[in-house]
């Protein structure tokens, strides 16, 4: 007899969303307009908070899972989730900026609490391992709010000229096409498309291994990611085994993404997956900086440096004519006068805070480029206790056999540089090299 041949079950198609509608955390259907029934969580929050009551951390995180959930903006084929993450900076900025430029002593106060809530902000979120959308609403809304009171408050000045004006327009277009070619891929490790692939039995035993050696091991980071690479174990780092010995392969083997890590990549716990040659998670992109986008970062922090400068040499010779920009960066008298100037010279001041802050990473990039070292491994040489500070801190000798670039500089300053063994061991990007020659012209010792 024939098996007879099971009916498939043919499921209810599900009816398609307005742009009000959208499917919540609990899988219901629901409207915008309805985003404040049904919360007994804020319910309970507000007759505590009327009565006196303390709040349960708890309880305050459902609140934010609520309000996350339901804020939405309606939108083709059902209403679109926002990021909750995104909206202080739009509203918080301009306020403070403006109430900056009421008086200098307000001045003085919001521009050193800004920096300190910002820094606040950033550890919390890289306690908890989150990732969020805050440092970079905060970057983009910055970048286009000075441009708009530039336009609407030093440009009719008549001081900037239209070649002035075209540059820095220039420049600006510059720094979000390098943010946005930074903002891709940095070099995600995918496991599907590993040429090296490994056997059941051999997973199982590397996955074993891994939670043996974890425990008390000073090399593990906190991901359940094996590291087999520090100076104890392995002194040539950068070196490769066969695909076909995983027991001796020198290589990591990541519990979390289930693949052989190649050398010096690591696993970003933020962002949940491995990098190629990772450097750091960076909270301004919100994305790491790897292998593939670590040249359009450099390239971006270089734009935005040049291009900030410009504009706040431009606004201080348009506010405080007559003076120097050092000058009138600090002595520029009547600007509290105006309005106008006023917020000008708070958003001059705003500028500069955020561009020293730039400028201190741009300047630990090229010393780790110079040093072929990334940010990760200077901080897990500093934890270790491996690595040796030089230049007040500036400088970190992680003693790492891939630093390369060191012994090239002392070495062609006392005119003894010795070539390395293979070319495997000296492997640097084109940008590498050239920052690394143009540091033998300035020593750093």
């Keep these: 007899m024939k098996p007879v041949k099971k009916k498939k079950t043919e499921e209810p198609e599900l009816e398609p969303l307005c742009c009000c509608e959208y499917i919540d955390r609990n899988g219901e259907k629901n409207h915008v307009a309805a985003c404040l029934c049904d919360c007994q969580d804020l319910d309970e929050g507000c007759d505590r908070w009327i009565t006196c009551k303390s709040l349960q951390p708890e309880t305050c995180e459902r609140i934010m899972d609520t309000i996350s959930d339901r804020l939405r903006i309606p939108w083709l084929r059902g209403a679109k989730k926002v990021n909750i993450s995104i909206i202080p900076p739009l509203v918080l900025l301009p306020v403070f900026l403006h109430v900056a430029s009421w008086h200098f ?26 990732q969020t959308l805050f440092f970079l609403s905060l970057g983009l809304f910055s970048l286009g709010y000075m441009y708009y009171v530039f336009l609407q408050e030093v440009v009719p000045k008549g001081r900037v000229g239209p070649v002035q004006l075209a540059v820095l327009t220039c420049g600006l277009f510059l720094i979000l096409l390098a943010l946005y070619r930074a903002k891709k891929n940095p070099g995600y490790l995918n496991p599907a498309s590993s040429d090296r692939a490994l056997s059941s039995s051999q997973l199982e035993l590397l996955n074993r291994k891994g939670q043996e050696k974890t425990k008390g091991f ?9 590291n087999n690479r520090t100076a104890k174990d392995d002194p040539r780092g950068s070196s490769r085994m066969p695909a076909g010995s995983p027991t001796k392969a020198k290589e990591d083997w990541c519990a979390k993404c289930q693949l052989v890590r190649p050398a010096r990549a690591w696993h970003c716990r933020i962002c949940g997956i491995c990098v190629r040659r990772m450097d750091h998670h ?21 734009i935005f440096l040049l291009t900030s400068v410009y504009g706040i040499t431009l606004t201080l010779d348009t506010i405080c004519r007559d003076r120097s920009v050092f000058t009138a960066l600090f002595y520029c008298p009547g600007v509290y006068a105006n309005y106008s100037s006023a917020l000008s010279f708070t958003c001059v001041w705003y500028s500069v805070i955020i561009t020293a802050g730039m400028a201190y990473i741009f300047l630990i990039q090229l010393i780790n480029i110079s040093y072929n070292v990334t940010e990760r491994e200077v901080q897990q040489a500093l934890r270790q206790k491996t690595g040796r500070r030089l230049l007040c801190g500036l400088i970190v000798d992680t003693d790492l056999s891939y630093s ?14 010795q070539a390395p063994e293979s070319l495997e061991e000296f492997q640097l990007p084109s940008y590498e090299v ?11 010792s």
């Design 404 to 417: 390369r670039t060191k012994y090239l500089i002392a070495g062609t300053a006392h005119g003894r540089f």
């Design 434 to 444: 050239a920052v690394a020659f143009l540091l033998l012209l300035f020593p750093l």
């Design 105 to 130: 002593l307000l001045g003085v106060v919001v521009l050193t609490s800004l920096p300190v809530l910002a820094l606040w902000y950033y550890y919390l979120t890289h306690r908890r391992k989150e």
């Design 218 to 226: 000073p090399g593990t980071d906190t991901s359940g990611s094996l």
């Design 282 to 302: 960076c909270v301004w992109i919100n994305s790491c900086v790897g292998e593939s986008n670590h040249q359009a970062f450099i390239l971006a922090l270089l």
